[in-house]
């Protein structure tokens, strides 16, 4: 099992930047990739970013690339998100997730951290 809590959400204007962070516990040792998600009112999940937690590689979806920094401090157990430059369209509840190396998806959530960003 693995325990996720994310942190860093907020209220903020657009053009601000916000540092959300999720902690690992457990059997953070199994976590082959760390992701953070976001579902906006009225909307499907959608994946935002993730970065193998070995290798440090990070892929991003198309409406953040540019503006948001995934990243992990491997001795902290803690993956991080800076979102930059943050627009109305990114207000959604945030949530942080790991895919261990005995599964094929993302079977770990936190309970989300929620982003709104006013115009």
């Known amino acids: 099992q693995v325990q996720l809590v994310e942190s860093g959400g907020g209220l903020v204007q657009a053009g601000d930047s916000l540092r959300l962070s999720c902690v690992a516990s457990?059997?953070?040792?199994?976590?082959?990739?760390m992701a953070w998600f976001r579902r906006a009112p009225g909307k499907e999940r959608e994946f935002v970013a993730a970065?193998?937690?070995?290798?440090?590689?990070?892929n991003y979806a198309d409406s953040v690339k540019g503006r948001f920094t995934i990243s992990r401090d491997i001795a902290k157990n803690t993956v991080y998100l800076q979102s930059d430059t943050l627009r109305p369209e990114d207000t959604a509840a945030y949530y942080c997730?790991?895919?261990?190396?005995?599964?094929?998806?993302?079977?770990?959530w936190g309970q989300g951290t929620q982003v709104t960003v006013s115009s």
């Open positions: 997730a790991a895919r261990v190396i005995t599964q094929s998806d993302y079977t770990y």
């Open positions: 970065i193998a937690w070995s290798g440090g590689s990070t």
């Open positions: 457990g059997r953070t040792f199994s976590i082959w990739h």
